[in-house]
């Protein structure tokens, strides 16, 4: 007998459960088990199209961070260069902050969090 039969039992309920169907619930999507909630994200995004533009947006409102990967418009350079001046004009707009990290990957941030660019000298 299981736990979850005697915790059943103590509590005088006597249905069983299957934690495998609980847990692929619609219920349960979303929710991460191994971790408590956080405040705010670093969630990495593919942009591929301007209705991708909302999403950004909206992920900037809730004050997470976006890793934004832009290689998918690598072969369309005009559309990139829209896509991410719309970006950079949203960013400023909201006051946040936007930093290429290298050739396919931008970082943005929400409201209030800035991105140290300069690269400090090492000292000896």
Request: no cysteine; proline share 3%; hydrophobic share 35%.
């Amino acid at each position: 007998m299981g736990i979850f039969d005697k915790l059943g039992k103590a509590l005088g309920t006597t249905s069983e459960i299957n934690i495998e169907e609980y847990m692929n619930s619609e219920e349960m999507e979303g929710v991460d088990v191994m971790h408590e909630p956080a405040d705010f994200y670093v969630k990495p995004f593919a942009l591929r199209q301007e209705s991708d533009l909302q999403v950004v947006q909206e992920e900037l409102s809730k004050k997470n961070i976006i890793l934004l990967n832009i290689s998918e418009l690598n072969k369309r350079p005009n559309t990139q260069k829209s896509l991410v001046d719309n970006i950079k004009e949203y960013v400023n707009k909201i006051d946040g902050d936007i930093a290429r990290i290298d050739e396919d990957k931008i970082l943005l941030t929400p409201a209030k969090v800035k991105i140290i660019k300069g690269r400090r000298k090492q000292t000896k």
